[in-house]
């Protein structure tokens, strides 16, 4: 009896599978985006409702409603656990229809989803995470790996403090996939240019006091604290290093990854000064500022777009372009993104750039330091730009990404 | 040896935390035998009321740590009163299902408005620097933490295990008939006490204010941990809690410094065990 039922509804799914694919060859223009992050946790300022929101701008500035297609985007939340993330997607795959995945910050949660993504021939337009292994180990001829990745922070804040004198560091580092990555490709950049890494503690993940581990990076006497972690547990160790007086007894922190919401919520007394990377900052011209604008009128607490939301923007508006060029969606993973690869970049928050054969986004990535609060004209105006570093350069160079899909 | 030093030290600093926070737990289950789930998001209102006092009204520090717990031990009273009450007899699981959805909801709306990572509270001016204690650097500001938690705790065990209003209070909780034979306004009392578990929340709150970002969830992270420290200090005992809760933070810090990946759970590993070899916690009574 229960065999029976098995294969009915085994039937029924073909020929629904069939009817679908049968649709596609008519020019279909139906979209599902599906906009997965942290909703509610300590990752859903620098994604979250705000990524969804930056997705449906997406939509209503790619033209393509008013060209006949339909686009809608949903969104869920992963909560940070994987097993809840890859669930949301297989169920967006299988039953919502869902044709692209997008932001997914948290790496741990983005690897997941990344196989998922894979095994059902979607499109993967990652803005959130920070694992650079998205483009090397793990890379999937279904994803592009949008707006920063842990190479590009190594290669950037880091580089710029060993080639300042930060010769001998120590690690605080998120005990999960991201933090390990971080402090795996700033290791290799450090020594390369001659530190020396002199030890470090792994914290786990929502740590709310770092005063011990403050502790131990200040008696290791290393030159650097490289902060490998990210959201509330990066603000956190900030301001409790501050309180220990560790940068002013000379000990530098590298903040390697830094969003604008966690400087805001630090406030510019304490992060005044800090040097981070960033590819994004709301006030770098007139188009950043215009887009940032309208983001922020329809965010419920009016603040700017992280770097983040901006590449879930730009990602999806390439996205889109692909599509176009196409001419219909044929829910095919592997050939849109094969299209996106073929057009290169060009937006008006990330400026020009291209997608590289292993899924990796390239474009400029910018170095910044806090403002001091008397420099501050109103109450996100929050960074200097003081350097900028070349795509080719901030980025893992092709010949040394481990990507399976390079070697032809 | 000097490293363990300051983190014995810092232990003893987190462990303040946990004091004030299961004191007011155990003084709220004691009492009035409500398991109050809603004591982290307490906690977190009384760092936002520290918040609001100085943005919208430029009241500083000093004012925020008398201000806030009165204003939120009102807002205790309120849900005492309009709520809790009604429970009054019923199983325990009702009070902790009831308490958790209140949290859940305090924390939503909290979020809605002030998103999830947090607003800036700087230290006050009279505690900023620190002191070289030759092991250590100690921030003032944590030293005045401890010892302001310290008299806060022995105050409240003083105040339910000493006084005459702390016989009442007892008195009420094992016979409440009885009590209100002698003309004692029993309701009223449970709401005040209430009020005064829910005050202290609120009071560590704004001493964490300085130290972590005043964020909607700070309470949640924090309240898993404080349940664990009441249940080893055993459920509604006074010293018991304090106790325990600042041997939790130096256990903690210990677990930091040796093998820092476990240090989220290591407490709750205590808690397993004691549960094994003494259900009704370290100083519990049987019930």
């Known amino acids: 009896m229960k065999t029976n039922k098995f294969i009915t509804s085994l039937l029924l799914g073909t020929a629904l599978g069939l009817g679908v694919s049968g649709a596609a060859f008519a020019g279909d223009k139906t979209v599902k985006i599906g906009a997965l ?372 | 040896m000097q490293a363990l030093y300051a983190q014995l030290l810092v232990g003893l600093i987190n462990g303040s935390f946990y004091a004030l926070l299961s004191l007011g737990l155990a003084v709220i289950f004691g009492m009035l035998n409500i398991i109050n789930f809603a004591h982290g998001a307490l906690y977190m209102m009384g760092a936002f009321c520290a918040y609001f006092l100085l943005n919208i009204a430029g009241l500083g520090y000093w004012w925020a740590l008398l201000l806030a717990p009165i204003a939120v031990g009102i807002f205790g009273m309120i849900l005492e009163r309009t709520l809790l009450q009604w429970l009054t007899g019923l199983d325990h699981l009702y009070g902790l299902l009831l308490t958790f959805g209140i949290a859940l909801i305090v924390q939503g709306v909290f979020q809605n408005y002030f998103g999830s990572s947090g607003l800036p509270y700087a230290i006050p001016e009279q505690l900023r620097g620190g002191m070289n204690l030759g092991f250590m650097f100690l921030p003032v500001y944590r030293g005045w933490v401890v010892i302001f938690s310290l008299v806060i705790c022995l105050a409240t065990w003083f105040l339910i295990e000493r006084t005459r209003l702390g016989a009442y209070l007892r008195a009420a909780t094992e016979n409440p008939t009885l009590v209100r034979a002698f003309g004692i306004n029993v309701p009223r009392m449970i709401t005040l006490t209430y009020g005064l578990g829910v005050g202290l929340a609120a009071l560590a709150g704004v001493l964490s204010a300085p130290i972590n970002q005043v964020r909607p969830l700070m309470g949640a992270d924090l309240i898993i941990v404080v349940f664990a420290v009441v249940v080893i200090g055993g459920m509604g005992s006074i010293m018991g809690s304090i106790i325990t809760g600042f041997a939790l933070g130096v256990i903690e810090g210990l677990t930091k410094y040796f093998y820092p990946e476990a240090s989220n759970t290591v407490v709750f590993v205590l808690m397993v065990l004691v549960l094994l070899v003494k259900p009704t916690g370290l100083t519990g009574r049987a019930a």
């Open chain 1, 37 to 408: 992050s942290d909703q509610s946790g300590l990752y859903s300022d620098l994604g979250g409702p705000g990524s969804t929101l930056a997705a449906q701008m997406a939509v209503e500035d790619s033209g393509l409603v008013g060209k006949g297609w339909k686009i809608d985007v949903i969104s869920g939340d992963h909560q940070n656990k994987p097993d809840i993330g890859t669930s949301i997607a297989r169920q967006w795959f299988d039953v919502e229809k869902v044709d692209a995945v997008v932001d997914v910050p948290n790496s741990g949660v983005a690897l997941a989803v990344n196989n998922v993504v894979k095994e059902k021939n979607g499109v993967y337009i990652n803005s959130g995470a920070a694992t650079s292994d998205l483009t090397n180990a793990q890379c999937s001829p279904n994803t592009v790996h949008w707006t920063y990745d842990t190479y590009m922070l190594a290669h950037t804040t880091g580089q710029a403090l060993v080639k300042a004198g930060g010769t001998s560091w120590f690690f605080l580092t998120a005990d999960y996939a991201f933090g390990a990555a971080l402090e795996r490709d700033t290791t290799a950049v450090v020594l390369a240019n001659g530190g020396k890494v002199v030890g470090g503690v792994k914290h786990p993940l929502n740590t709310s006091d770092f005063s011990s581990f403050l502790l131990q990076a200040q008696s290791s006497g290393a030159k650097v604290i490289g902060l490998a972690n990210a959201g509330g547990d990066t603000t956190n160790s900030i301001k409790q290093a501050a309180e220990f007086g560790i940068t002013k007894s000379g000990q530098k922190l590298a903040a390697l990854l830094l969003f604008i919401t966690d400087v805001k919520s630090i406030g510019l007394d304490i992060a005044q000064g800090l040097n981070f990377t960033e590819t994004f900052y709301w006030d770098m011209n007139d188009q950043t500022r215009a887009f940032s604008d309208r983001f922020a009128k329809r965010m419920k607490n009016g603040a700017p777009p992280t770097m983040v939301q901006a590449g879930v923007y730009a990602g999806l508006m390439h996205y889109f372009k692909a599509l176009d060029a196409l001419g219909e969606n044929p829910h095919d993973g592997v050939k849109v993104v094969e299209k996106m690869k073929s057009i290169p970049t060009d937006d008006p928050l990330f400026g020009k750039g291209e997608i590289q054969p292993n899924g990796r986004t390239i474009h400029t990535a910018y170095l910044f330091e806090v403002k001091k609060p008397s420099e501050s004209k109103s109450p996100w105006d929050l960074y200097k730009l003081v350097g900028s570093v070349p795509g080719d350069q901030a980025f893992t160079p092709l010949d040394k990404s481990s990507c399976s899909l390079l070697k032809k």
